[in-house]
């Protein structure tokens, strides 16, 4: 069939002429026009596409393209979707949405960003991935992967998760899924692998505190259970060198009458006749086995 063109007038010298689309204003009972940009269908091959593209520029910055949903005066506001399409081939996927920021000497940055709460709580972001429909596929994978570094002495972009600042900050949950038959979804965090030099540190610390506070606690424990409980596993790797150590010390007190305690309790059992937990301290096995020792602080003031 047949071209249809619309293009506005040049500028020799100046600005080109704009071009407006529009539906007029609504009386007082209505809605105002809606605009419909579509393709027609297709029998054979692909459907047309639908192209919105700015124009380039030699001298200044490129053409913006924003998209704007109307205000809702006493209702919500207009809502904005973006739907790739669905494909109804039981073999083939559907159709893939791309965000893409522009490249640059320094690369644009993508905001998702939540609306304001005038007189509530803010908008929440959602990143969702799809259920898997067939009986033994799987839900969909959400990945958040920060950006390599081509440079040779660069770094990898790093990955932050922050709950929001407030008189009372915002929480940060990382949980594994449910399993409502099978295991719950497992939990892994991981330092970055060095496939030449040392692998990165791991480190679990709250910050500290407020002059009117205490600093926050660390808690590492399994879950309860009704057959046999979690086990807690503390352990370094093995090394051709030296294996790495294990520590655990308490904090130093500059003002208070004791310094911290470590204590390590077996599991008390409460059924009548059955064995409470052991604790077993063992040096390490060599050709001259390990040292075991028990020590007592010493006193400065007075005896240990």
């Known amino acids: ?76 506001g207009g809502s904005l979707t973006l739907n790739a399409g669905n494909s109804k081939d ?47 596929s799987s839900g969909g994978n959400v990945q958040v992967i920060a950006g390599e570094a081509l440079a040779k002495e660069g770094h990898g972009g790093s990955i ?16 594994g899924g449910v399993g409502t038959k099978g295991f719950g979804g497992d939990t892994f965090v991981m330092s970055g692998e060095g496939t030449y030099s040392s692998s990165g540190e791991l480190t679990l610390a709250t910050p500290d505190s407020g002059n009117q506070g205490v600093s926050g606690h660390v808690h590492m424990m399994s879950g309860k259970s009704e057959a046999d409980g979690g086990a807690v596993g503390i352990s370094t790797g093995n090394a051709k060198g030296v294996s790495g150590s294990i520590s655990l010390s308490a904090g130093q007190s500059s003002g208070g009458n004791f310094g911290g305690n470590v204590a390590i309790n077996a599991g008390r059992n409460v059924v009548g006749g059955a064995n409470g937990g052991n604790i077993i301290a063992t040096s390490g096995e060599a050709s001259s086995g390990g040292v075991l020792e028990l020590r007592a602080g010493a006193g400065i003031d007075q005896s240990g």
């Open 90 to 136: 039981k073999s083939k996927m559907g159709g893939t949405s791309n965000l893409s920021a522009g490249s640059g000497a320094v690369g644009g940055t993508i905001n998702l960003l939540s609306g304001l709460g005038t007189d509530g709580k803010g908008g929440d972001v959602n990143v969702l991935a799809s259920a898997g429909s067939d009986k033994s």
């Open 1 to 76: 069939g047949g071209a249809v063109g619309i293009q506005s007038g040049t500028g020799a010298l100046a600005d080109s002429g704009s071009i407006s689309i529009t539906t007029p204003d609504s009386g007082s009972a209505g809605k105002s026009g809606t605009i419909s940009v579509g393709t027609g269908h297709s029998e054979a091959g692909f459907s047309g596409g639908v192209t919105i593209s700015s124009g380039s520029s030699k001298t200044s910055s490129g053409g913006d393209i924003i998209v704007d949903v109307g205000t809702g005066e006493v209702g919500i």
């Open 160 to 175: 932050t998760a922050t709950g929001g600042t407030a008189e009372f900050g915002g929480i940060a949950t990382f949980q």
